[in-house]
């Protein structure tokens, strides 16, 4: 996945003038190289680290496809089978040091992407995370999969707790890393329209994105560790139907706002653990929240442990000088948390 790093998005544009140039001229056009070439939406061309199939779903009356990958144990199979559920800002791709852990201790493991990221489509209508849940659902029924253990980060943290909440029998344990929604942003923030929404996002440069994932996140990560989503997103600006990515993006927001979990955490029954960088204070909206309350987003591992006291099975470890790609940033001790718990579930 590694890209080099680079500025700005002005490869599209300088390729355009480029090939305008060599018409004029009657040269030969200048080549692109292939990890500065647009994407579509679904990032074809761009690589998984396992091989990736398709479920095919109806959502709001149109056709989709969910992207997954169904990796085997590598290690001696235990029959069990983890399911992982990605965050907002990242695909299915990132969770590859997790699934070859996950595959070496002897569990199968499904890793979708879901509908609105990485190489799913791209609904545009309003999203759910009672959809999603349900979608998700679907794709067990169809592997034959009656109950799994859960790893979920951020976002799909909030996805984990619905599902959970939904489908209680199908989950028989939780790990969340870093999730998002231990707290109900709307008492922070304000309703933010889908207008000013999509202009931010459509407006946002390489740069600002590269800082908005070191700083929000408090990574302890070097930049160029997360430069191969940076240039992702920045490729996927060359696709034709990058306003229809953009929309999809914007509604994932807007339930993350509007859908909170939190209140429904103490009601989860399956065994939990939340794994928390100790330096994690990200908490979607802050920009839009005011002066007077935006230092009082965000205080996640806090959250987080008094959350597991009011459930009945739950536990929070806190990684000191972690942010909150846990388990990118400390990996070894990520995956031992995980395996620990779950092979003791």
Known sequence: MAFPKRGPAVSSALTGSALCLALVLGLAPLPVRADEAPLGIGIEGFAYPYPVRFLDLMRDGERQRLAYMDVPASGTPNGRTALLLHGRNFPSSYWEPVIAALSAGGYRVVAPDQLGFGKSSKPVAPF???????????????LGLPRVDVVAHSMGGMLAVRLA?????????????????????RFFVPPVSNDTLLRIETDATAEAYRRQLMTNYALSLPASAIEPFVALRERVKGSGEYPRWVQSFVNSYQIIW?????HEIPLVTAPTLFVMGENDRNAPGKPFAPPALKDRMGDNAAHAKALAAKMPNGRAEVLPGIGHLVHM?????FNDLMLTFLDGN
């Open 258 to 262: 509007g859908q909170p979990v939190v």
């Open 128 to 142: 759910s995370f009672d959809t999603m849940a349900a979608e998700t659902v679907a794709l067990l029924d169809a």
């Open 329 to 333: 940033e400390a990996t070894a001790r």
């Open 165 to 185: 909440r939904n489908a209680p029998a199908r989950v028989n344990a939780l790990v969340l890393e870093a999730p998002i929604g231990l707290e109900d942003y």
